[in-house]
């Protein structure tokens, strides 16, 4: 049996809320040993460039957000509230920093319990999504109807403001009811 490909850094290449859509029902891999763990990416938000108040890249290069301005499809990743990683790939073109925040893949939601799940840490901080990173995005080339998708407001930016904060650059595929019809 063969593992999908990998996502190549041209996939990540392109905006942001692109990127966010498209990543809906590819497959997360983590490595630890000989062990992988596969997810299906089930929840995402788009942070779509320096105009975006809710992105960090709003207030400016700074050390945190330099891994933004770099090539896309290498992993943005910090700490929040003192407690929780947040995982991002780099998307668009160098110099202007987007990025996507993994909210949620197979059974796990939020991106706290994602990252404590998978055991990422700030480690993989500028680390490309590749094998060798022990950490990865594969396609298993099934794409999800548009019916399948929800979009919303993403979660927890009230601070950008009424206007960014209303932007729907959240995407959820839908939980399929096992019941049927």
């Not at 400016?60 to 003192?82: D, N």
């Not at 202007?96 to 706290?112: C, S």
């Not at 930016?157 to 399929?176: H, I, N, S, T």
Request: proline fraction near 8%; aromatic fraction near 8%.
């Amino acid at each position: 049996m063969t593992s999908p490909p990998v996502l190549p850094p041209a996939f990540f290449a392109r905006s942001a809320e692109e990127v966010a859509l498209d990543l809906l029902g590819k497959t997360l891999v983590r490595r630890r040993g000989r062990r992988l763990e596969v997810f299906s990416i089930t929840e995402t938000e788009a942070y779509v460039g320096p105009e975006d108040l809710a992105c960090h890249a709003a207030r400016g290069r700074t050390k945190r957000t330099e891994v933004m301005f770099g090539p896309a499809g290498r992993f943005y990743i910090y700490l929040i509230y003192g407690m929780h990683w947040m995982l991002n790939v780099v998307t668009g073109d160098v110099d202007h920093p987007a990025a996507v925040l993994l909210r949620g893949a197979g059974a796990i939601e939020g991106p706290g319990r994602l990252t404590r799940s998978l055991k990422v840490t700030g480690a993989l901080n500028g680390k490309p999504a590749c094998e060798r990173t022990g950490l990865w995005i594969a396609d298993p080339g099934d794409v999800p109807p548009a019916e399948a998708i929800l979009r919303t407001a993403r979660i927890g930016v009230d601070y950008a403001g009424p206007v960014w904060a209303a932007k729907e650059y959240r995407f959820v595929l839908k939980k399929q009811d096992a019941a049927g019809p």
